[in-house]
């Protein structure tokens, strides 16, 4: 920071008071005005509230929590014209918020944002160019809102040299597998989610991976120093997995969730997101309902486990305060050095390979050779009893092997005749992935 920026800084806390913008008066805005109402805490003063039809906001039973001297509005440039010292961004979405946030920036305003898509696809810019202005970009509830991932890695694993990350950030997913795991089908539980308003009418955000893709090309940022392209990372979609899957996954003293994983390997990381059969001894297994989990492995201090509520107005508000309490005390957050780096969705692991056929001789033998053909080697096939020849569930597991090559025997024996459905291939985390 130069010598006229950090005066510039000095000289908003020499007046006392830190001014406070929030744009978006909606779950989260809403209960960022509730926490700063009901914490008082010295020196911050919320001025002005920003949406659009901003009357219905201003009339809503939150806007209780709102000082009656800010100024409510919805013209941006009361705003960004204004003398305000932190915009906190709660809409969401990269238009129009980038340029706005861009305006803000270059006007001398710090920034914080919950917001994982414009962070996700426009962090290292935003980051290059709130440098560039001596002022703070910071997101810490962008993922697994109030559960500190993003400032534990940065101020706690900035040290370590963080190799491999695995989490389960997407609340939604894990609300939908955790009631399957207990006996639900993803038809009915997809539309109690939605119900519940954990799930939009659209769950494909959720359900098909892309918001935990976004989440995880952040993770990698922050703690790989790798900077992917979100389009690249691979994902598959959960709506695939049905209850049978959480019988065969617990005989194989597994459970599903939807993992996302990122590994460095040289040059090169490897990064999906994808339901994923993980041990029932990992601490990923423990976590149920809209709870979200990050698991990351460094090479000097070993595995570190955040947990808690990954979504919801009130835990993620404490997160968005708890990075204006640190802007507003000047407190910096670790930046290291981020290079851009190729993305492979391939990983090295045992598969799980659901089947529904109508059973006849031959099946297994036909399954095998095309696993074969591909140099996959299968670990145990399982067969559960009760289940009607015409449409027969099983499962064969394979060892180690590249998802690619699974996927390249998957697409002939999907060809297969007896093949009722698409069949389902799942990764099976292996043990170093696990926490103990
Ligand atoms: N909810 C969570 O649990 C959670 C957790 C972590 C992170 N986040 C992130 O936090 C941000 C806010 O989420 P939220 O759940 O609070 O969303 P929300 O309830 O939909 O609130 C967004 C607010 O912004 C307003 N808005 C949106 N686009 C606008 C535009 N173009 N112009 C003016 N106003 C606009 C909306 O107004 P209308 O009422 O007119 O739509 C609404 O009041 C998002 O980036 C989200 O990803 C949310």
Redesign the pocket.
């Known amino acids: 920071m130069t010598k006229k920026k950090q005066t510039k800084v000095a000289a908003k806390k020499a007046d006392g008071v830190v001014k406070v913008a929030l744009?978006?008066?909606?779950?989260?805005?809403s209960s960022v005005a509730k926490v700063l109402a009901e914490s008082k805490f010295p020196g911050i003063a919320l001025t002005h509230v920003?949406?659009?039809?901003v009357e219905?906001?201003r009339s809503s039973a939150a806007a209780k929590f709102v000082p009656s001297t800010a100024v409510w509005t919805?013209n941006i440039d009361d705003v960004l014209k204004s003398n305000v010292d932190v915009v906190i961004?709660?809409?969401?979405?990269i238009n129009?918020?980038e340029g706005w946030l861009k305006k803000a920036i270059a006007s001398g305003k710090h920034v914080v944002?919950?917001?994982?898509?414009?962070i996700a696809y426009r962090g290292v810019s935003l980051q290059k160019l709130a440098a560039q202005h001596g002022v703070q970009l910071v997101y810490g509830?962008?993922v697994a809102?109030g559960v500190p991932v993003i400032p534990g890695i940065r101020q706690g694993l900035g040290g370590d040299k963080v190799v491999r990350l695995s989490g389960i950030v997407n609340?939604t997913c894990n609300y939908i597998l955790s009631r399957m795991e207990a006996g639900a089908e993803y038809a009915t539980v997809l539309k109690d989610a939605q119900g519940l308003g954990y799930a939009e009418a659209n769950p494909s955000a959720d359900v098909d991976g892309f918001d935990a893709r976004a989440k995880l090309c952040i993770l990698s940022r922050i703690a790989l120093h790798a900077e992917l392209n979100p389009d690249e990372v691979a994902t598959q979609t959960i709506s695939n997995v049905e209850a049978v899957d959480f019988v065969y996954a617990k005989e194989l003293n597994c459970t599903i969730r939807q993992v996302s994983r990122a590994q460095v390997e040289g040059a090169v990381v490897h990064a999906r997101v994808a339901p994923m059969l993980v041990p029932l001894s990992s601490p990923m297994a423990w976590s149920h309902g809209t709870q979200n989990m990050v698991v990351t492995s460094g090479k000097f201090g070993g595995d570190v486990v955040f947990s808690g509520h990954?979504?919801?107005?009130e835990?993620?508000a404490v997160a968005v305060v708890s990075d204006l309490l640190a802007v507003s005390q000047g407190a910096k957050a670790v930046e290291l050095p981020v290079r851009k780096r190729q993305v492979t969705g391939e990983f090295l692991a045992p598969h799980y390979l659901r089947f529904v056929v109508d059973d006849k001789p031959g099946i297994v033998s036909s399954i095998a050779g095309a696993l074969a053909k591909v140099g996959a080697n299968i670990d145990s096939l399982l067969q559960r009893p009760g289940y009607p020849k015409h449409k027969l569930p099983f499962v064969v597991t394979t060892e180690p092997c590249l998802t690619g090559t699974i996927e390249r025997a998957m697409k002939s024996i999907g060809k297969l005749d007896c093949m009722l459905e698409k069949p389902l291939t799942l990764q099976i985390l292996a043990a170093e992935d696990k926490a103990e």
């Open positions: 744009l978006g008066f909606g779950t989260v805005g920003y949406n659009r039809g219905r906001k919805e961004e709660l809409m969401g979405g129009p918020v944002t919950a917001n994982k898509q414009l509830a962008a809102g609340g990954g979504a919801g107005g835990p993620t």
